[in-house]
């Protein structure tokens, strides 16, 4: 049973580009989450898919959009890239009508903006 | 607005110690809490998750308690190895299960052979 999946690994961009991350669930789950973790601090919420519509969002700039697909595979696009956008950028898989609606989460993509 | 904190920051014990780290939140409301484990540079392991309507929960050496009208939980962590070394992260869900997690900022713990 794969867990959740992320790519890529590292990915080192520059001030004002734009970048794509990507996410597979875990099986049979339904709903992906995104969150950004910087240096030393716990991660931070940015927005949640689910039925390929955006559920619910943190306190991020409009920069940051998302997309989930009918597979529930979900991408994390981040526009005008800033110094502060580097960060470990980690997803979650649940099922949505889960009874405890555990998180599951991927290994992350290390983000560098120079 | 919930806030979640862990105290301390770090923790450096010798092995076969047993150690509890904390874990505090301002909002009681919530419908549960998870432990993860982080190890440098990488993703987050579910270690524990309690229901709002549970007290505990065990998974081995570990054992994670809740106490709603106080705000707290702690993660116990019996005869610990340097196997155990990592950051240890608490997240709360808030009482909508929205599933958005609201974390602490974690407890960096090394354990010495």
């Known amino acids: 049973d794969a867990g959740v999946t992320q790519s890529p690994t590292h990915l080192i961009k520059t001030r004002g580009q734009q970048v794509t991350l990507r996410c597979s669930p875990k099986s049979g789950h339904d709903t992906v989450s995104w969150y950004q973790q910087a240096l030393g601090q716990g991660p931070q919420f940015i927005f949640q898919y689910y039925e390929e519509e955006e559920r619910q969002r943190g306190n991020f700039p409009d920069r940051f959009s998302g997309h989930q697909f009918p597979n529930y595979s979900s991408e994390l696009n981040v526009n005008a890239l800033l110094l502060g956008d580097s960060a470990l950028y980690l997803c979650a898989s649940s099922f949505f009508q889960g009874r405890n609606n555990e998180q599951f989460f991927g290994p992350g993509t290390r983000l560098t903006v120079l | 607005k919930q806030e979640v904190t862990q105290i301390p920051a770090a923790l450096s014990v010798p092995e076969g110690e047993n150690l509890v780290l904390n874990c505090s939140f301002t909002?009681?409301?919530?419908?549960?809490l998870q432990w993860f484990r982080q190890d440098p540079g990488k993703g987050l392991t579910s270690l524990l998750l309690i229901q709002s309507s549970q007290r505990e929960q065990t998974s081995g050496r570990l054992n994670a308690s809740l106490d709603k009208s106080s705000g707290r939980s702690t993660l116990y962590i019996a005869a610990s190895q340097p196997g155990d070394s990592a950051t240890y992260l608490c997240a709360v869900d808030g009482s909508s299960n929205t599933g958005k997690l609201i974390f602490g900022q974690g407890t960096t713990l090394q354990v010495k052979p």
């Open positions: 909002d009681s409301a919530i419908y549960n």
